[in-house]
């Protein structure tokens, strides 16, 4: 049974641009979040996707945002790239909102320059 | 406010040695707890959760830790050391109510060293 499935990997974009990252949750999970690792910092979240809605919003800009499809895959799109969104970028899916855990894919490490 | 705070971003231990890593936790209503490992270029692997019952909880790789309400502390522990062990590790906090239901919330992690 495949986990989470992140892709890219690995990506760089320049500053100015937009990129827009893809995650398809482990089977049977409904919700979907996103997470900002920093290097040498603990993951932030950035938002929560549950029956294709965004339902919770961490402290990140109007740049960031999402979407859930109906079999549960997520997108992140970031636009107007700055130098500070580099970082490695997590995502992670539970079947019950997240409260008992949540299983998280290998991450896309984004570097802008 | 909701935080977690993990005393001590780097710990060294030799191997065979007692492992000890410390989180604190702070909220106005009742935590569920996790533990997370990372290692280089991966993800977060779930080590062990604390939800209700049982205040001592078992995980993988012989990790376990005791969550302690008094204290507001749920320390990571592991008797013996091994070098797979080295990786970076995270404490985390989430709740099943309110307006922040399931969203985790880090520390900044621990970068645990195993030295043969």
């Known amino acids: 049974d495949a986990g989470v499935t992140q892709s890219p990997t690995h990506l760089i974009k320049t500053r100015g641009q937009q990129v827009t990252l893809r995650c398809s949750p482990k089977?049977?999970?409904?919700?979907v979040s996103w997470y900002q690792q920093a290097l040498g910092q603990g993951p932030q979240f950035i938002f929560q996707y549950y029956e294709e809605e965004e339902r919770q919003r961490g402290n990140f800009p109007d740049r960031f945002s999402g979407h859930q499809f109906p079999n549960y895959s997520s997108e992140l799109n970031v636009n107007a790239l700055l130098l500070g969104d580099s970082a490695l970028y997590l995502c992670?899916?539970?079947?019950?909102?997240?409260?008992?855990?949540?299983?998280f894919g290998s991450g896309t490490r984004l570097t802008v320059v | 406010a909701q935080s977690v705070t993990q005393l001590g971003s780097h710990v060294s231990v030799s191997e065979g040695a007692l492992v000890l890593l410390r989180c604190n936790y702070s909220?106005?209503?009742?935590?569920?707890l996790f533990w997370y490992v990372q290692y280089p270029n991966q993800g977060l692997q779930l080590l062990l959760k604390?939800?209700?019952?049982?205040?001592l909880v078992k995980g993988i790789n012989g990790f376990e830790a005791e969550f302690k309400k008094s204290e507001t502390s749920f320390h990571l522990t592991k008797p013996s050391a091994h070098m797979s062990d080295a990786a970076e590790y995270f404490c985390a906090v989430t709740f099943d109510r309110g307006s922040t239901l399931g969203r985790l919330y880090f520390g900044r992690g621990t970068q645990l060293t195993v030295w043969p």
């Open positions: 992670a899916s539970s079947w019950d909102r997240g409260v008992y855990g949540y299983t």
């Open positions: 604390y939800t209700t019952g049982a205040t």
């Open positions: 909220s106005s209503v009742p935590p569920y």
């Open positions: 089977s049977g999970h409904d919700t």
